[in-house]
């Protein structure tokens, strides 16, 4: 019964490939989001989205690209990978954008992307 | 993009031992959460706390929302080696309907056994 899912768990290809991840939710949030971790263990956010819009862009290169089925699900593409793109991606979920509490982010296992 | 300082950034300690760890930051905060990560996994969520001055324990874990609340505190007492990890504090303002975490940049705990 895993809440936050991502696939795949690892991912090593090439410099100039493109390449997605995925991530389903199955805790009935509105609220899902992507992080980059870095080598020296800094969770950066990229994107959120909260009932399928997007709600924060962060300073991201326009070769990832987020997309947000329906609100279970947030996947992660990526054109013409480069060799800083290798990092530790992680998606995770929130039940919402209320205050006072379902603030809480809940996160995925991770994908270690390797661009070699 | 904005962080919260957080420190230690590192600590050795032996099993028994407690262990304290902040964040300070200069803005204000409505919610502060703790989170720890083991080696190859995601982040999991410890403590979240959202009152200025509350005070949440969580087991051998304590942590509290300062009174200011620009900073929160970390306690782990009698640590065990499964303490192990890389401990991280968001903090959550109202910023708009966004709502993002600014996080800190971790304190990563080693325990000798």
């Known amino acids: 019964d895993t809440a936050v899912s991502q696939t795949p768990k690892y991912l090593v290809t090439q410099m100039g490939n493109d390449k997605s991840i995925k991530c389903e939710q199955n805790?009935?949030?509105?609220?899902m989001y992507w992080y980059k971790q870095d080598s020296k263990k800094f969770l950066k956010i990229m994107f959120s989205?909260?009932?399928?819009?997007?709600?924060i862009n962060e300073t991201v290169p326009n070769r990832f690209s987020p997309k947000s089925p329906d609100k279970a699900h947030l996947n992660l593409h990526i054109n013409s990978l480069e060799l800083g793109d290798s990092a530790v991606y992680f998606c995770?979920?929130?039940?919402?954008?209320?205050?006072?509490?379902?603030?809480?982010?809940?996160f995925g296992p991770g994908t270690r992307l390797t661009v070699l | 993009g904005q962080q919260l300082n957080q420190s230690p950034q590192s600590m050795f300690i032996q099993e028994g031992e407690d262990v304290s760890m902040n964040c300070t930051s200069s803005?204000?905060?409505?919610?502060w959460l703790w989170y720890k990560q083991d080696p190859g996994e995601g982040p999991v969520l410890l403590i979240a706390?959202?009152?200025a001055g509350e005070l949440t324990s969580n087991g051998r874990l304590t942590a509290q929302f300062g009174i200011t609340r620009k900073d929160s505190f970390l306690n782990i007492s009698a640590s065990i080696p499964s303490d192990v990890g890389i401990y991280f504090c968001?903090?959550?303002?109202?910023?708009?309907?966004?709502?993002?975490?600014?996080w800190g940049l971790g304190t990563s705990l080693a325990v000798n056994p």
């Open positions: 989205y909260n009932n399928k819009e997007l709600i």
């Open positions: 995770a979920s929130s039940q919402g954008l209320a205050g006072g509490g379902g603030n809480e982010q809940f």
């Open positions: 706390l959202y009152k």
């Open positions: 805790l009935g949030h509105d609220t």
């Open positions: 968001a903090g959550q303002m109202r910023a708009g309907n966004n709502r993002k975490l600014i």
């Open positions: 803005s204000i905060f409505n919610t």
